[in-house]
């Protein structure tokens, strides 16, 4: 198959995770302290790196039968998650994912947190908070580069992508230095969500056994067919509230 | 104890998510699709597609429903 895809889709995948770790660090660095954020920062991506650097070799030797039948079914959950909250979102059921009020919250904890060294860090509430963020974000870019990468024997396609990804939304951080509120953040997980699943459905079913028509190509017509059934139930849920008159719902917490 | 349930907490929330009856039908799915392959002698490709839209519906329905 064509790098092409596997590129893009884990560069729009890590460019949500990316804005998400970047509010985190843009609240640590402007009302903590840039030395200290930065180091936290930097031990996350070391620790990102050595993670993906021990795993995605050892994924490799493992046979692809099986691989893609683990590696399809977690795909496809994860997929389906994030399309769960971007149909709810785009419904109204949920609220949409806020950078600008992210970063409040963010601000605010961290002007009220008490300044303490520890461990040859001036600032370990900002070490820490970095620290957390980049590595939480950044652990399901791992997730997407690995599997992705190892179904389609071809790990250095998906690091390009993730890697290509990290630099503009860091380029455009420093540059704006702002949260980036202006990103359709919830049509970029629309889309992740579709990519994710119609892989996960694909390299699932593949690892079950199953020979899809036209092979590969059958990814072609997956793909178009999950987003259109996705459209469908946001159209479904839209008519159902505007008949109802009020969400049903509006108890879900907002979580990346 | 404490840090290994949340350990645990975490690993959950991030494969599993907010409904587990997906992540459940997905894997019932799965083995339906490997039985009917390598039992029936059936090609079931059609099989996970269709579970997966039924368990996102479901799960979407069950998310906008009133609680009783």
């Keep these: 198959m064509n790098a092409l895809p596997l590129i893009l889709t884990v560069f729009v995948a890590c460019v949500v995770e990316a804005i998400e770790a970047l509010t985190i660090v843009l609240a640590a660095g402007i009302t903590r302290e840039w030395k200290s954020t930065f180091q936290g920062m930097a031990v996350a991506l070391v620790v990102l790196a050595a993670i993906t650097a ?80 980049v590595l939480l974000e950044g652990l399901e870019v791992v997730f997407i580069v690995i599997t992705f990468g190892a179904n389609q024997k071809n790990i250095g396609a998906a690091v390009i992508g993730a890697a290509a990804a990290i630099v503009v939304i860091t380029v455009t951080g420093i540059a704006v ?55 469908g139930y946001v159209f479904w849920l839209r008519s159902r509230k505007a008949a109802v008159g009020a969400p049903a719902r509006q108890s879900e917490v907002v979580s990346s | 104890m404490n840090r290994i349930k949340a350990f645990g907490a975490f690993w959950y929330d991030f ?18 699709t490997a039985i009917l392959t390598h039992v029936a002698g059936v090609n079931a490709w059609w099989l996970l597609p269709l579970v997966a839209f039924a368990a996102l519906g479901w799960s979407l329905l069950r998310a906008t429903s009133p609680r009783k």
Excluded: C
Aim: charged fraction near 15%; hydrophobic fraction near 55%.
């Design chain 1, 177 to 231: 230095r702002a949260p980036l509120t202006k990103v359709p953040e919830n049509w970029m997980k629309f889309a992740v969500g579709i990519m994710l699943t119609s892989f996960g459905t694909f390299w699932g079913a593949e690892g079950a056994g199953v020979a899809w028509p036209g092979n590969d190509a059958a990814l072609l017509v997956l793909v178009p067919v999950v987003a259109l059934v996705s459209a």
């Design chain 1, 54 to 133: 021990v795993v995605g070799p050892a994924i490799a030797y493992l046979p692809l039968t099986p691989l893609r039948l683990v590696i399809g079914a977690l795909l496809a959950i994860f997929g389906l998650q994030w399309l769960r909250k971007a149909v709810l979102r785009a419904t109204g059921y949920k609220a949409l994912h806020d950078e600008a009020s992210a970063y409040l919250r963010e601000v605010t904890a961290a002007e009220t947190a008490a300044t303490e060294s520890r461990r040859g860090v001036s600032d370990w509430y900002a070490f820490t908070l970095a620290f957390k963020g």
């Design chain 2, 15 to 32: 494969v599993i998510g907010d409904d587990w009856h997906v992540a459940a039908l997905i894997v019932a799915g799965l083995g339906l």
